[in-house]
C-alpha cells in the first residue's frame, strides 16, 4: 500500500502556489485558500482529497487491464513524467502532442507500424541494400518517429485514461478525449477550468518539485493496481488448477465405482437395483442444492463495468448504484435508460453516449473477450 501524502509534504514542495490573480479562473474558487502578494493560494486540504480520490479511480483502471496515457509537453514536466512513467510501463507523450493521436488513433497506429517495418529491415539486411541516401533518409524518418511516439509504441488501443499535466497548455488532448468519452486526470493550476476534466488535482503544474510529487503519487497508485491484477491472475491459475484436479479424483472415483458395480449385481436381486436407481437423483440433487447459494454469491459481486468502452469510473458507479451491477444487468438495459441513469446521477455524465454499451456488455457477460476487443479497436471511443 503507497504511503499517503501529507500536505506538509505538498507545503514543501510548492504545490500551493498559484497563477497571478488576474490570470485566474473563477471555477477554481472552490479550491483556492487565499491571495497574497497577488498570488493565490491553493486549498491543500482540497488537493489531497482530490489526490486520494484520482489515485483510486487510477488504481482501479490500472487493475482492470487497460493503459493510462500521460501527457506533459512543458519543458519542466518532459523529465520527470518519462522517467516516473516509464517505471510503471505506461504509454506518454512529452514531445509535441500529435494531432488526431486519439480522434485519428488508425494512423497514428500505421505511423508507429512504419517504425517497426524499418527495425526489421535492418534486421534482415534489406537495409544495407538501399542506397547511401536512401539509408540516411530512413534513419532520419526513424529517429523522428521513435521521438514523438517511441513512448507509445506499446499502446495497441485507446487508451482507458488520460492523466494531463496543465490542461490550459494540452487543450487539444482535452478535447480529443472528450469527444471519445475518455475519463481526463489533470493537474489544474488557478488558471486552468477543472470542468474540462473528470478528476482535477488542484495544484501547481509549473514548479518541477510540485509535478514530481504529484506524479510519484500517482505512479505508486498505477503501480499498485497493476500488481492487483498480477495477484488476480496467480489466483485465478490457481483455481483452475484445484478444479482440475477435483475432476480428476472425481473421475477417478467414477471408474472405481463403474468397476464395483458387476459384482454388486450380481448379488443383488431385481429390486434392490430399482431402489438405487430412485435414491441416486436425491443424492445428485444435494450438491446441486448446495451450488446454488454459492452462485447467488457470486452474482452479488457486481463486475468491472470499466471494462466496457465509454464507460469510466463515475459512471460505473452511477450503474452499480442504480442496479445495474453485472455485464448480463447491463445487456438487458435499454440504452435509453442507461443515458437517463447517468443524466441523474451527474451532469458531468450528460455527455456520454451508451448506445454500444449492452452490445459489449453482452459480448463480457458470454466471456467473449478477444471479440470484444477487436470490436473495442475497431470503434472509436465506444461509438459506432
Request: aromatic share 4%; hydrophobic share 35%.
Amino acid at each position: 500500500m503507497a504511503s499517503k501524502i501529507e500536505v506538509k509534504d505538498l507545503l514543501e514542495a510548492g504545490v500551493h502556489f498559484g497563477h497571478l490573480t488576474r490570470k485566474w479562473n473563477p471555477n477554481m474558487a472552490p479550491y483556492i485558500y487565499m491571495e497574497r502578494n497577488g498570488i493565490h493560494v491553493i486549498n491543500l486540504y482540497k488537493t489531497v482529497a482530490k489526490l486520494d480520490e484520482a489515485n483510486e479511480a487510477l488504481k482501479k483502471i490500472a487493475s482492470s487491464g487497460r493503459k493510462i496515457l500521460f501527457v506533459a509537453t512543458k519543458k519542466q514536466a518532459k523529465d520527470i513524467v518519462a522517467d516516473k512513467v516509464s517505471k510503471v510501463n505506461m504509454p506518454y507523450i512529452t514531445e509535441r502532442w500529435p494531432g488526431g493521436m486519439l480522434t485519428n488513433f488508425v494512423t497514428i497506429r500505421k505511423a508507429v507500424k512504419k517504425m517497426a517495418a524499418i527495425d526489421r529491415m535492418k534486421k534482415d539486411g534489406t537495409f544495407n541494400t538501399l542506397s547511401k541516401k536512401e539509408r540516411l533518409q530512413v534513419d532520419r524518418l526513424r529517429a523522428k518517429l521513435d521521438k514523438n511516439l517511441g513512448s507509445i509504441a506499446d499502446m495497441t488501443r485507446l487508451p482507458g485514461a488520460l492523466f494531463i499535466v496543465d490542461t490550459m497548455r494540452e487543450h487539444i488532448a482535452v478535447k480529443e478525449a472528450q469527444k471519445l468519452n475518455i475519463p481526463i486526470f489533470a493537474m489544474v493550476d488557478t488558471n486552468s477550468d477543472p470542468r474540462d476534466v473528470d478528476y482535477a488535482i488542484p495544484s501547481n503544474d509549473d514548479a518541477g518539485k510540485s509535478i514530481e510529487i504529484i506524479m510519484e503519487s500517482v505512479t505508486q497508485a498505477v503501480a499498485e493496481g497493476l500488481e492487483e491484477r498480477k495477484s488476480e491472475k496467480t489466483g485465478e491459475k490457481d483455481k483452475e488448477e484445484a478444479k482440475a484436479a477435483k475432476t480428476e479424483e472425481a473421475s477417478k472415483k467414477e471408474d472405481k465405482k463403474a468397476e464395483a458395480a458387476p459384482k454388486k449385481e450380481e448379488k443383488a436381486t431385481e429390486e434392490k437395483p430399482a431402489k438405487k436407481a430412485e435414491a441416486a437423483p436425491t443424492k445428485e440433487e444435494k450438491p446441486a442444492e448446495e451450488e446454488k447459494p454459492a452462485k447467488k454469491e457470486a452474482k452479488a459481486k457486481p463486475d468491472d463495468l470499466t471494462k466496457i468502452e465509454g464507460v469510466g469510473p463515475k459512471a460505473a458507479e452511477a450503474l452499480i448504484a442504480s442496479g445495474v451491477k453485472t455485464y448480463a444487468e447491463l445487456a438487458d438495459a435499454d440504452a435509453e435508460k442507461v443515458k437517463e441513469i447517468l443524466t441523474e446521477a451527474s451532469s458531468t455524465l450528460a455527455h456520454l453516449d451508451p448506445t454500444s454499451w449492452p452490445k459489449q456488455a453482452k459480448m463480457a457477460a458470454e466471456g467473449k473477450w478477444d471479440e470484444l476487443k477487436e470490436w473495442q479497436d475497431s470503434v472509436k471511443g465506444g461509438v459506432e
